[in-house]
């Protein structure tokens, strides 16, 4: 399994003695994942040094630089293209799943007519269903959310320009219309970086024997 993750500086925002980043990072082995792309801007350098001085968990990353124009989160991920396997997950720099990141991935392998998979929660959002598929994916109110994961397959940018600036959201908005786009719904909620709720989670973890 492959994971993209938009790294920032919150990744490198110490938690519980730690950078959030090596908390995800430990995630991430834990579901699987043998391979990382960081799409990294501000303080990319500093991120990068950091994982290749902690890295020892048998993950091969690699880095995309945004460089000086930023392109926005769809735009960091085309030009991360050339790096991406057939299909993936993504994510973010500011969250935690405490749930296995492979579940979006195998919601979308188990229906090939779909292009992605996004991962739901049951809190205030604007997200739609019918069934398990994405109807809806704009602000009118709903008691769903984008819980900051989902699973796509690479062939979704291949007809995007490298280079075109624009938020990850609107290709969420162009599969939900084409009716591509799955829904996972998530046991439990995505957990922001620095909230309580985290710190009460991995200092659960960090009690087990």
Known sequence: MQIVLFAGPESLTLVRGRPFVDWQLDRFVASGARSV????????EEIET????????????GYSYA?????GTGGALRRAFARLEDDFVLTYGDRYLPFDYSAPLLELRAHPEAVGAMTV??????VALDGAWVTR?????????????????????ADIEDGAVWPIEALFRKLTRLGKLRAFTAPEPDL??????????????????
């Open 121 to 126: 929660c049951h809190r205030p959002g604007r």
């Open 137 to 157: 994916y704009d602000d009118a109110p709903s008691g769903l959310a984008d819980c900051g994961i989902a699973a796509l397959r690479r062939s979704a940018l």
């Open 192 to 209: 922001a970086v620095n909230s309580p709720e985290l710190e009460r989670y991995l200092g659960g973890l960090s009690e087990l024997p």
């Open 67 to 71: 460089g000086e124009q930023r392109a």
């Open 37 to 44: 792309v960081m799409c990294v801007g501000e303080q990319g």
């Open 50 to 61: 950091h994982v290749r001085r902690a890295l020892d968990r048998g993950l091969t990353v």
